[in-house]
């Protein structure tokens, strides 16, 4: 009963079932069945009957049932938190402080700006018609997640979208559906109307195929890989739907020679072990003046080594393993493989112990890495950290820049100079000054370059799942109107 359509649980009919694991046990934590092209194309008829009417209610009636999700969310943190841990082996400390009370101001956000969606006044831009705009909800929305921060992810999807009056099936990554379909049951249960949000969970080349490339979907909001991310345009060719893409990350992280060097040492530690460097806006990429570099890396190298690693359910616990066995070997191939060209200062291996039944890594500090190194170009997606020096300020912007990606980057300085030029030189959808990783609801959050287009969150995100029709009146009553000389003259 994974399945969430037309305001129901149900079974998939395809008698496909998978186990979610929890990655640092082992442990199953569920088996669910999974959604092939027939439950997609029911999602979507769901989603066609309902967008009617949704798309119709007031903002306030939109608004209300949306305060209420939010209620609802808020009284059921704990269940979220648990589960959120469980199946994508997150200590339940970043669950608690961060993936549940995120979603809970997410939705808090979107039920007030549901409010305050608007097209431009209207007025005479030509002398003789009135123009103006309507600001309308695009239809169906298909919607993907990746499993790095599955609740996040399906609420940053459905928000924007149902509070602008769309219909979404989301489908959320396999290995990590369990809170995506409860928090379309707690959306139901707070009174959204049955086929407003429809959960299928299925594998990509099953159900997220047949979402893609549903002939009634019109629009595909993706986040994930840039290389999925390409295969989500292709098939949006087919019947031209508008589309979203969140894609792939390599922040850079720039610090100067008169930053306050210990803020920078502890802002790289967590920004590059947030969710185990499972975050595509995580720090990556040190690029550090040379005068501080090696007190740079031997500070990270020591912090690094004192990271808690561990039983997700502990509360002192402060990484957790990686999402599975097989991205843990992706990430130690990209480790081992970096042993031969660069300098790995601390970590490159997974614990033993009692942390071999969990895909566990330890962080994981390469130095000395050039632009042209595998490790500085490719996503890792781990708690790998690679640092490289530069000597101008030019030179650090340029190798912020050297990257197919651009969804977030920071600086680290005290001169407020150099700070603004490193905002304005870096190309990416987020630059943060003497922090790294904090996001807001009112902010958006989305790239540039191969990290994809469009926005969440914030208002800006409304852009994305509406459209903007122009209503043009004929103020003058004239059955022959001045301009229509130009066309005929009898
Ligand atoms: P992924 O492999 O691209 O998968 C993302 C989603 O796409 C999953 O639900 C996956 O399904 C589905 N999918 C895979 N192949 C598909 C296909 N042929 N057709 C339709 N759907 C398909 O990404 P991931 O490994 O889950 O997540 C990590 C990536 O996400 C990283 O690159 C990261 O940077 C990016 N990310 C970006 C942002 C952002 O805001 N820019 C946020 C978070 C993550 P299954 O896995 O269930 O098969
Ligand atoms: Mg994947």
């Excluded at 979107?110 to 239809?139: C, D, Q």
Aim: negative net charge; aromatic residues 8%.
């Amino acid at each position: 009963m994974h399945q969430f359509i037309n305001g129901q649980r149900v079974t998939a009919n395809s008698g496909h079932t998978k186990r979610v694991i929890n990655p640092a046990t082992g442990e199953t934590v569920a088996e669910i069945d999974e959604a092939g092209a027939d439950e997609v194309d029911a999602a979507v008829r769901a989603a066609r009957a309902a967008v009617r009417d949704w798309s119709r209610a007031t903002p306030a009636e939109r608004s209300t049932v949306l305060h209420r999700f939010a209620q609802a969310l808020g009284e059921r943190a704990e269940e979220f938190a648990q589960l959120e841990s469980q199946q994508a082996g997150k200590p339940i400390r970043l669950t608690r402080e961060f993936d549940v009370p995120g979603t809970v101001d997410n939705t808090a956000f979107f039920a007030g700006a549901a409010r305050n969606l608007e097209g431009k006044a209207a007025a005479e831009y030509s002398p003789v018609h009135t123009s103006m705009i309507r600001r309308e909800a695009i239809g169906v929305i298909g919607s993907i997640a990746p499993w790095n921060y599955p609740l996040q992810m399906a609420a940053w999807k459905m928000l924007p979208a149902v509070a602008a009056g769309n219909a979404v099936v989301l489908k959320p990554a396999e290995i990590t559906p369990l809170t995506s379909t409860l928090f379309a049951e707690v959306a139901h249960g707070a009174g959204l109307p049955a086929g407003v949000f429809n959960v299928v969970v299925g594998s990509g080349s099953t159900a997220g195929s047949a979402l893609l490339h549903h002939p009634d979907v019109n629009m595909l909001s993706f986040t994930g890989s840039t290389s999925v991310g390409r295969k989500v345009l292709e098939a949006a060719a087919g019947t031209a739907k508008r589309v979203h893409l969140e894609l792939g990350g390599k922040a850079p992280f720039v610090v100067f020679d008169d930053a306050d060097l210990e803020a920078a040492v502890h802002g790289a530690v967590a920004g590059s072990l947030i969710n185990a460097g499972q975050d595509c806006t995580a720090a990556t990429r040190a690029i550090v003046h040379r005068s501080v570099y090696d007190a740079f890396v031997d500070g990270v190298a020591t912090l690094f080594a004192k990271v808690r690693i561990g039983d997700t359910a502990d509360p002192g616990t402060d990484m957790g393993p990686l999402v599975s066995m097989t991205h843990r070997d992706s990430v130690a191939g990209f480790v081992e493989r970096a042993r031969s060209y660069a300098r790995i200062v601390v970590g490159g291996e997974a614990p033993g112990g009692d942390h071999a039944r969990g895909s566990f890594y330890l962080p994981t500090l390469i130095a000395d890495v050039t632009p042209a190194m595998e490790v500085f170009r490719e996503e890792i997606f781990g708690p790998v950290l690679t640092v490289t020096p530069f000597d101008t300020d030019d030179e650090a912007f340029a190798l912020a820049n050297d990257t197919v990606y651009g969804l977030a980057a920071s600086v680290w300085t005290t001169d407020v100079f150099r700070a603004m030029r490193g905002t304005r030189e870096i190309q990416s959808g987020c630059v943060w000054v003497n922090d790294h990783i904090p996001i807001i609801s009112e902010m958006p959050h989305g790239g540039v370059k191969q990290s994809g287009f469009g926005k969440d969150m914030s208002t800006y995100s409304f852009e994305e799942y509406t459209a903007v029709k122009h209503v043009m009146f004929d103020i003058t009553g004239d059955r022959e109107k001045a301009w229509h000389r130009t066309v005929f003259t009898a």
